[in-house]
């Protein structure tokens, strides 16, 4: 991993430059007038660290930074008050803790934090430590001109690792809601944005151990996002409920802990 800076970067870009590679673990190297996308393809994955944005080059040309994407859609429904099946899904209320094993861009998230509201807790785990420094980074800093859209993604703690493993480490009850959206087993259309994030994404993923530790973890529900055609909504030791949507390509699935609860008395 070569880390480098934008052209004419200032003092204070430099340092956090510096400080990254040693973070990483990678090589800091200076910009001068170097081509990113020729460094990329003679040394591998390159980070930008500019003054507004991080950005990710990878050896096959793609170039991945975090934007708020899809969310912006979403959040200002939820603002207009309109549905959004992952809030249906959940049935998340303001103040609940949300809890999203697989965190990517973020959009579920921000979304999650706009309707849990200020007194709300909403966490992400990402598995892939670039994705998470850029995520982290971008909820941070990243300016949407919408005052509520900017205060849902300042309230979301990013958290790097496995998400098994991060699950194992709560106490039981530890979040309302604990929300999975994992790579589709059938192959649907992606946005521009997802593409270069695909190679970095988590595609052998324990589901049944995850949904085992989330009822664990989970107060009210787990919610699963997955192709329509996908096998994870039922297993021999789980079964989600599935909200189907005849034009819509993935659906939701939950399980009602509570449920599961009082089923077991």
């Known amino acids: 991993m070569l880390i480098t800076t934008s052209f004419r970067a200032n003092e204070q870009t430099i ?5 990254l590679a040693k973070d990483l673990h990678g090589e800091y190297i200076e910009r001068r007038k170097q081509s990113v996308k020729q460094l990329a393809i003679k040394r591998g994955d390159v980070l930008v660290v500019g003054k507004e944005r991080f950005e990710w080059y990878q050896p096959n040309g793609e170039k991945f930074f975090f934007h708020p994407s899809s969310a ?8 207009r008050g309109e549905k959004d099946p992952l809030i249906e899904a959940a049935q998340l209320k303001p103040g609940d803790s949300f809890l999203d094993c697989t965190l990517g861009l973020g959009s579920d998230a921000i979304t999650a934090s ?8 909403v966490a992400g785990i990402e598995k892939n430590p670039m994705t ?5 980074e971008g909820l941070s800093t990243w300016e949407t001109g919408v005052k509520e859209a ?3 993604m300042k309230r979301i703690s990013v958290i790097s690792g496995d998400s098994i493993e991060q699950l194992k ?3 039981d009850r530890s979040y309302d809601i604990v929300y999975f959206d994992p790579m589709f087993e059938e192959t649907i259309q992606e946005s521009a944005s997802m593409m270069p994030l695909r190679h970095a994404a988590e595609h052998h993923f324990d589901h049944e151990t995850a949904v085992k530790e989330a009822m664990r973890v989970a ?5 699963l996002k997955d192709h329509w055609k996908s096998t994870r909504f ?10 189907k949507r005849k034009t819509a390509q993935f659906h939701y699935g939950y399980i009602s802990i509570e449920e599961d609860k009082s089923t077991k008395l």
Request: aromatic letters at 6%.
């Open 15 to 19: 340092e956090t430059a510096m400080a």
């Open 72 to 79: 912006m859609f979403r959040v200002k429904r939820v603002l």
């Open 114 to 121: 706009c309707a849990t509201g200020a007194n709300g807790k």
């Open 132 to 136: 998470a420094l850029l995520v982290r």
């Open 150 to 152: 900017d205060e849902a």
């Open 169 to 171: 480490k709560l106490p």
């Open 219 to 223: 107060r009210k529900r787990v919610v």
């Open 234 to 243: 039922t297993t021999d030791s789980y079964q989600f409920q599935v909200m």
